[in-house]
């Protein structure tokens, strides 16, 4: 697994505990809004970090952090993945794992051997507009309803979420989101901001008024629907 990033403590990536982050490179997309770019498109090979110097700080630092997100990039498009989320998880804190749904074999290997105790799972747009929104011509959307499916299956606690961007998102597209992932515990709808290291050009947020018309459109399905990022 190459990790290209690592954040010591943050209490905005795992909710509710105090949390480093570990970034991992490389996906499968290419969301033009991704706001990762330097671990996509932009890696910088000579910023990686071992992961045994990872497991080292955790350890040191066991009843001050609660947990550990690991996100990316796209962290289970690595094959050792699973390995590693289960050494994160031998060290005693929780483990996050975010993801863009499109490997359902690790996603449930991972939580069939408890290595991950949250996951948070990108659901990128509806599905007809899937393509277009991750910037990938013919994507085959299948492993990410697999993803879903399982998710709503409730094997392991989770949450959905959505970034909204203006030049992708429509009230119905919003809609048929939230009609597909109708069970889910709770769902996210994130402004989108741009963080100056974007892989495409020209993306927008939406306003604080479209963006609690989404939630309350989205509501209808996920009553726990909420807006991260006003």
């Known amino acids: 697994m190459r990790i290209n990033g690592f954040q010591k403590m943050t209490l905005l990536d795992y909710p509710g505990k105090l949390a480093c982050t570990v970034f ?46 690991v996100t990316g990039g796209e962290p289970l ?14 060290t005693g804190i929780s483990v996050k794992l975010d993801t863009n749904g499109t490997f359902p074999e690790r996603l449930r290997q991972a939580v069939e051997q408890r290595a991950v105790d949250y996951v948070a799972m990108d659901i990128k747009n509806s599905k007809g507009k899937y393509p277009e929104t991750v910037g990938v011509p013919g994507f085959d959307i299948s492993q990410v309803e697999e993803s879903v499916a399982y998710l709503l299956s409730g094997a392991v606690d989770f949450e959905f979420r959505t970034t909204v961007v203006k030049q992708f998102h429509l009230l119905e597209d919003i809609n048929d989101i939230a009609a597909w992932i109708k069970g889910a515990p709770r769902y996210f709808l994130q402004c989108f901001k741009d963080s100056g290291n ?32 006003l």
């Open 198 to 229: 974007l892989i495409g050009e020209g993306m927008e947020g939406v306003d604080e008024a479209q963006m609690k018309a989404f939630r309350d459109t989205a509501r209808r399905y996920v009553p726990e629907t909420e807006i991260r990022g």
């Open 24 to 69: 991992t490179s490389g996906c499968n997309m290419r969301c033009p809004f991704c706001h990762n770019a330097f671990l996509v498109t932009q890696i910088d090979l000579s910023e990686e970090f071992e992961q045994e110097d990872i497991l080292s700080y955790i350890r040191k630092r066991r009843g001050v952090l609660d947990g550990v997100c």
């Open 77 to 90: 498009l690595h094959r050792d993945a699973v390995d590693f989320l289960m050494r994160l998880k031998e």
